[in-house]
C-alpha cells in the first residue's frame, strides 16, 4: 500500500460507505465515518481503533463546517473526503411532488457540496487533497422512474467536473465514482418511493418498478470490489476525474455516449447554423 491516509466518509452504516471503511481500515488507513444515529457511531468504533464515527445528517448544512474543523483539530488532517451518503429517489415526475425533488437534491448535491466546500479551505492551505463523489451510471443514463434522482447525479457529476478545474492548481483532485448496480440498501431500505396516482403511466413504469424491487439484493456489483476500485483511485497518483464502476455501467454508458454523438451528427447542420456573420 501507499502511505496511510485519513479519509472521511459520509455514510458508513452500509453499502457503500461501510466497505470503503472496512477495506481502508484493512489497509492501515484512518477513516471518520459520518451516521446519523448515536448507536450506529457506537458499532462503527467497534471496529478497529482507526475508526472515528461522528453523528451527521449532511442536510444539517449549518452543523458541517463545525464537523469539519473539530475532525481536523482532533483526530487528523483530512486527506480524502468521501461524498457517499446520498438515496434514491423513485416515481414519475409527473407524480412526484416538488418537496422530494427538493430533498432529493438536499442530500445528494446540496449535502455534498457542503461537505466539499468544509474541508476545502484545509485541503487548500495544504495544497493537497482529493475528494471522491459518489454519483451513479445515473448521472450518464437515463431511465423512467428515476428523474430526480438522475438529475442529482447529473448535477453532481457537472459540479465534481468543474470543481475539479478550479482545485487542480492547489494539488487537490476530484473524482466522480460513477456506480452500476451494486448489492447495498440503495433499491431496499433506503429508496424513497413515490406512491402512484396516474394510470397512464402504468405501462412505462410498472415493469421498472417491479424488476428493481425483484432484483434488489442480487444486483451485478460487489460493494467490496467497488471499495478497492476506489482505494485504488485513491492511492494513485493522477487520479481520473471520471470512474465508471461495472460492466453494467461501461455498457450502458458507451451505448448512451454512442447514442448521444449520432444524434450530434444528424443534426449537426442545425447546430451550426446559428453562429452569427
Ligand atoms: P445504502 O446502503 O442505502 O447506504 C446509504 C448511506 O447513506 C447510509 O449510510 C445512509 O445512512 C446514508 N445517508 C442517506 N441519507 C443521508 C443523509 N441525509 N445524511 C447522512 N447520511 C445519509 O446505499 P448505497 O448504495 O451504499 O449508497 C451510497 C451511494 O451510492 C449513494 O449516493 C447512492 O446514490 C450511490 N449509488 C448506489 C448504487 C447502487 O446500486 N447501490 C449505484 C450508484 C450509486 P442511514 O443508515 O442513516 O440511512
Not at 36 to 52: I, M, P, V
Not at 87 to 92: D, M, P, S, V
Not at 195 to 218: L, T
Request: glycine share 10%.
Amino acid at each position: 500500500m501507499a502511505s496511510s491516509k485519513t479519509l472521511l466518509i459520509t455514510g458508513v452504516s452500509s453499502g457503500f460507505g461501510r466497505a470503503l471503511a472496512e477495506q481502508a481500515l484493512a489497509v492501515g488507513h484512518r477513516v471518520v465515518g459520518t451516521v446519523r444515529k448515536a448507536e450506529a457511531k457506537r458499532e462503527f468504533e467497534s471496529l478497529s481503533a482507526a475508526a472515528f464515527g461522528r453523528v451527521l445528517d449532511v442536510t444539517d448544512f449549518d452543523a458541517i463546517g463545525g464537523v469539519v474543523a473539530e475532525i481536523e483539530a482532533s483526530v487528523a488532517p483530512i486527506d480524502v473526503l468521501v461524498n457517499n451518503a446520498g438515496y434514491g429517489h423513485e416515481g414519475i415526475l409527473e407524480e412526484s411532488p416538488l418537496s422530494e425533488l427538493r430533498r432529493q437534491f438536499d442530500v445528494n448535491v446540496f449535502g455534498a457540496v457542503a461537505m466539499m466546500k468544509a474541508v476545502l479551505p484545509f485541503m487548500r492551505a495544504r495544497r493537497r487533497g482529493h475528494i471522491l463523489n459518489i454519483t451513479s451510471m445515473g448521472g450518464y443514463i437515463t431511465m423512467p422512474g428515476i428523474a430526480y434522482y438522475c438529475g442529482s447525479k447529473f448535477a453532481l457529476e457537472g459540479i465534481s467536473e468543474a470543481l475539479g478545474k478550479e482545485v487542480q492548481p492547489f494539488n487537490i483532485s476530484v473524482t466522480a465514482v460513477a456506480p452500476g448496480s451494486f448489492r447495498t440498501d440503495w433499491a431496499g431500505r433506503s429508496m424513497v418511493r413515490t406512491p402512484r396516482s396516474i394510470a397512464d403511466y402504468d405501462p412505462i413504469f410498472e415493469p421498472v418498478r417491479k424488476a428493481r424491487q425483484e432484483k434488489s439484493g442480487k444486483q451485478l456489483g460487489d460493494p467490496r470490489k467497488a471499495a478497492r476500485a476506489m482505494l485504488a483511485a485513491i492511492d494513485a497518483d493522477s487520479p481520473p476525474a471520471h470512474l465508471l464502476l461495472g460492466s453494467d455501467a461501461l455498457g450502458l454508458v458507451r451505448t448512451k455516449l454512442s447514442a448521444l454523438e449520432d444524434e450530434i451528427r444528424a443534426w449537426e447542420a442545425v447546430t451550426v447554423s446559428t453562429d452569427g456573420e
